[in-house]
């Protein structure tokens, strides 16, 4: 910040200079075009729009008029050069030198005219002086090439151009101070390397003018060493001896006095050169140290949540910028080389321009091989024999690639170990040292006109093997999900007519391998660890051990936020603090540490799994089947059982609910919600029991709060119909059968009871009322067709029925005898009816998904009858049936239908 006010101070300070110097009006309209035309090529009154030029823009204006091309020829002349056709006029093509000598000629004619009319006016002794001497610079630089003073024009209309619009484009956007100090710095070194441009072109016309001059001197010298040997025969002949002598003798002082100023001259154009490559390194570092690396760093930062690192648009635009000037810098230092080799004025080496020919070299070198750099990042929790892709991109490419030749692209994978020898030793593995092997690893890099990129993008690459690293010693005893690798790309680029060759290399983000989608949970971990905490410029890829539980929780919310769409406040992150680390201090302590092994490896305190499994399992959770809450806040989410029954008697009504994520299921949302007990008159909290995906994949959490009268007002007093209406299922009668089929059955559909609890009066939607429970939410289900994945929290099945054709209306609850677990709170149930919904068949045993297997599976899962139950007529031996199984039961009960039930046990047995 203080630089950037100290600039913008400098450039009022010459801004203010600027106008005392040159006032309001004193610039005179003093022509017209050669034949009165306007020109297309620059605006008219540009001249006055630059000088509103203010900040960096201004100086740079300020620093572009120099003794090359004054500043007061510029402002007092500005409608006569902005009138002329410039454009029209090829500095480089000798045929316009006519055209442009009238142009220098009328340009003098001018300058000499304003002089002449200051003289009336005795208080312009001044302006005159300055003038005066523009009209010397001018004549003496431009007169023997005119063309020069036209190239010199033409760059500084097209400079005040390009600062005009850069003036424009950082009032409609918001540049940073950074890329502002960048742009100006490049305009400053694209004037620097046109004066050097130009200073070489006038050494090589002086170098010209000594070899004519030498050559005139040898052919004297030819003449008098011809006299000399015939002798002087007259007076005619001495005094053309003696003319010869005098002439020589001049010439040769001429040239030792030309001479002296070409060795002046050569060592100030080195002197320059080196200043301006000093230059061009401090912004050649701004751009690859700085701007490049936050680059990647955003990049890696994405991968676990943070914003996008942006387009690499401006990038691009600095380092083929940067390429521009480095390359046309190195022709010209080739020019000063074979300037040297025509004439030599001096003896032994030029030890100044050997430098700056290293100098240059190194530059060149440094910009191809660090704009070499991935674009997109193959998937970093990899998965072999699955297809990915990458991207590589050389930014300087769009200005060297009409410099290089045919470019190849290869990838390989490679180790930890070795992507640290890579970076130490500078080396390119070969074949022999990778670690695998990918197909479908080479791509040859194409240019593309429209954007200006040169890059290679892989789009098939599979990993086919993985070779990993030997596991000797105990630094070695990593897990397969803690091993990290990377993808190597290197390729050549030849430039120059294969003069310059640079080997390129650039590896990508540490990716973990993977032979099974189970294993990507804990290489996540892996992943997450090392993108959020690893520092840029690290030896690949060295991760602290431990992080301050801040930077922690800040990686977490991320994390979450950009799976869900809504991060982690700090309320959320404190509940999370604390069951990490309970009872030590509180989460805002920066001094409390979060190691890896807390993350991945150690269990939470009075659990089985670690926190990355429970963090994990819950983002996930919410990624499959609540996001659209999440992101509505209808789910309070990391809350401890304590705060939400808090938090709910702290209400007067006594319906509210509060949705919190598990504290003892992975992967659980349980719901806390108050109601009066009706044995004691006391407002109490209960828990349901946590949901699981396999839950939500059977019913919706939006359709379980809808089934469940208890549940009345998400906290704090929101009706819950007013929030979650929205995502509540349309009821069946509202739906079109989906085929002719269904016509004549009856309907059916999944419902949510809370059980053996104090009763809550209601309707839940389904005709029926339910029953509140302190630790478990029952599935109520309709006749046959129940459908409920094996493993999920089932709840016991009850019916429901809506019938499309009449039939008994106790059909769905006639003979119903549930077989219950009493031992878990999930409870699971077959039944056995002798009005079967689906064949009519007595004794049929109808399970959670409508099948016999099914049901046995559900006898299987129960394992013992509570008593209480009625058994019913000619039926077996309740023991003798759970015997067949290996099962105990409780006590005797009967079931009816013998052979339906034998099937049953058959048909489980077999699966």
Known sequence: MAKKELDDTCSSAIADGLQERFPAGSGEIVGGDLEGRPSPDYPMAQWEKAQRLTGKHGQLLRELYNSYFPLEARHYFADWLEAQSWAEIDPDNAQHAEAAGQHFAKFLELIEAKIQDECADNNSFLLRHQLDNVCATLRIRYSPNPLEFVRMVRHCLNTEADLLHLEENASNFDVSPQHSTIDTAIHRLRIMIDEVENDVKLLQAKQESVVIQTQELWRISSGLTSFQQAGLENQTQKDQLCSLIKAKAKLEETLMREADCLVSNRKGLYMKTEHMLREYKLVQDMVLEEELLKWSRAQQLHAVGGPPPGPLDQLQIWCQDLADIIWRCRRQVQQMEHLKSHLSVTDGPDVELNELNLNVNNLLCLLVTRTFILDKQPPQVLKTMTRFGACVRLLAGGKLTVYMNHTEVQAHIINEKQARSLAKENTVPVKAEVSGEICNNTKVMDYNKGTGTL????????????????????????????????????????????????????????????????????????????????????????????????????????????????????????????????????????????????????????????????????????????????????????????????????????????????????????????????????????????????????????????????????????????????????????????????????????????????????????????????????????????????????????????????????????????????????????????????????????????????????????????????????????????NMTGLTVDATHTLSSVEPIQDLLDLYSQE
């Open 455 to 882: 890059s290679a993008e892989f789009n098939n690459m599979s990993l086919k093997r993985i070779k990993r690293p030997d596991k000797k010693g105990p630094e070695h005893q990593l897990a397969v999900t803690e091993e990290k690798f990377c993808i190597l790309f290197t390729s050549k680029f030849s430039m120059g007519s294969g003069e310059l060759v640079y080997s390129v290399r650039t590896i990508s983000l540490p990716v973990v391998v993977v032979v099974h989608v189970n294993q990507s949970p804990a290489a996540e971990a892996t992943i997450m660890w090392d993108n959020a905490f690893s520092q840029p410029g690290r030896d690949p890829f060295t991760v602290p051990d431990a992080v301050s539980w801040p930077q922690m929780a800040h990686a977490l919310s991320l994390r979450f936020e950009s799976i869900n769409h809504r991060g982690l406040s700090d309320t959320l992150l404190s509940v999370i603090f604390s069951k990490v680390f309970p009872g030590q201090g509180t989460s805002e302590d920066a001094q409390v540490m979060f190691s890896w092994a807390k993350l991945y490896k150690e269990p939470l305190p009075s659990r089985s799994f670690t926190f990355w499994e429970w963090f994990y399992g819950t983002c996930d959770l919410v990624k499959r089947h609540l996001q659209l809450q999440w992101q509505d806040g209808l789910i309070a989410g990391f809350v401890s059982r304590q705060q939400a029954e808090d938090m709910l008697l702290s209400e007067p009504l006594h319906d509210n609910f509060i949705l919190r994520f598990s504290d003892s299921e992975v992967g659980g949302l349980t719901t806390a919600y108050s109601m009066i007990n009706p044995n004691t008159g006391v407002r109490e909290v209960y828990h349901l029991q946590p949901w699981t995906a396999r839950d939500f994949a059977v019913r919706a959490l939006a359709d379980r709060i809808h089934d469940l009268a208890e549940l009345r007002h998400v906290y704090p007093n929101i009706d819950k119909d007013d929030v979650f209406g929205k995502y509540y299922t349309p009821p069946a009668s509202s739906q079109v059968p989906t085929s002719s089929s269904n016509i004549g059955y009856v309907t059916t559909r999944i419902i949510v009871v809370a059980e053996n609890g104090p009763r809550q009066s209601g309707n839940n939607g389904s005709g029926m009322d339910s029953v509140g429970s302190p630790s478990s939410a029952t599935m109520a289900g309709s006749g046959g067709n129940v459908s409920s994945p094996p493993g999920a929290n089932n709840p016991t099945m009850s019916v429901s029925s809506q019938s499309s054709m009449p039939m008994d209306a106790d059909v769905s609850v006639a003979g119903m005898v549930p077989v219950t677990n009493t031992s878990s709170s999930n409870t699971m149930a077959a039944f056995c009816s002798p009005h079967s919904v689906d064949d009519g068949s007595v004794g049929s045993v109808v399970g959670p998904d409508g099948g016999v297997a099914a049901a046995a599976a559900a006898v299987a899962a129960a394992g013992s009858l509570p008593g209480g139950f009625m058994p019913m007529e000619g039926g077996i031996n309740i023991t003798e049936l759970f």
